[in-house]
């Protein structure tokens, strides 16, 4: 059964971009948030896949991921909850690893993230200089959490705690 | 782009049963109804399916349907909302179309419904004997709705509308 275990940081700074790709652009958007799994449909290229995760806890998740036709993709994110969310990904080889490197544009401009997959939850590996503070278990960076809560509007009052009206 | 149309009907006795199949067991779940769109889960015999509709209005809906592993199916029904629709599936030919007639187990026991898809919205074909009242648009006998609010528990008080506590 198909498990994903990755570990999320933070990336402080361009030393990554020496040694990572010229990178694609993803299109992605999530159809549903459970509770229990999250479904996300994603464009990559000209490749488009479905992908179901596991509402897990810490770091592995169950995850389920197909390829469907491009001309799905494009009608399913009309079905969406939340925005769109658009990001270039460089890859950069690290000890037998990939990082995943998210340079996110649009709404969510100014994040950068970096992901590793590893082989199992206690793989270890060496961090590189450019990497930032871990956030693994940090639901606002999630990508179903930006698509509804955007990076660029983390500094204004959320929804329900408005500042009282000074008429009242 | 996939486009479903079908119609549903209650079915009255027995007489569809001479020209129908011997049937194939369905198991199905949903793993999503967020009011755009359903996700579901299902099995029938040894072949597994994934199902996204379109959360439409009238007997027309967007559908995407893709095969999946048997073993992901079992995996991915853990993560259902409601439970596990079970059905006896049979076909019956029809002037060029065919019935799909489900008798469904277990909580929705009792219920057998006719369904007909249809090359067009208006399309005519004529009615068996057997067909009792249409239901294509009532949201009760939607297999995502007998999930959560089986057929065996039609005549309780819905929740949220107990009788009043006598000690009250």
Redesign the interface.
């Known amino acids: 059964?198909p498990f994903e275990i990755e570990r999320k940081f933070l990336v402080a700074g361009d030393g990554w971009r020496v040694d990572a790709d010229s990178g694609s652009i993803i299109r992605q958007a999530y159809?549903?948030n459970?509770g229990?799994?999250s479904?996300r449909i994603r464009t990559r290229d000209s490749r488009a896949t479905?992908t179901?995760k596991?509402a897990g806890m810490g770091i592995s998740r169950?995850e389920?991921e197909?390829d469907?036709p491009l001309?799905?993709a494009t009608?399913?994110m009309e079905?969406?909850?939340g925005s769109i969310i658009e990001k270039r990904r460089h890859l950069l080889p690290w000890y037998g690893l990939t990082w995943e490197i998210d340079v996110f544009q649009g709404e969510n401009d100014g994040l950068v993230v970096a992901e590793i997959e590893l082989p199992h939850e206690d793989h270890g590996f060496p961090l590189p200089s450019w990497i930032g503070a871990e956030i693994s278990g940090d639901p606002r960076y999630s990508n179903a959490s930006l698509c509804k809560r955007p990076f660029s509007r983390w500094g204004e009052a959320p929804a329900g705690e408005r500042v009282a009206d000074p008429e009242m």
């Open positions: 059964m159809l549903a459970t229990k799994m479904l479905l179901m596991s169950l389920f197909y469907i001309d799905h009608a399913l079905l969406r909850e």
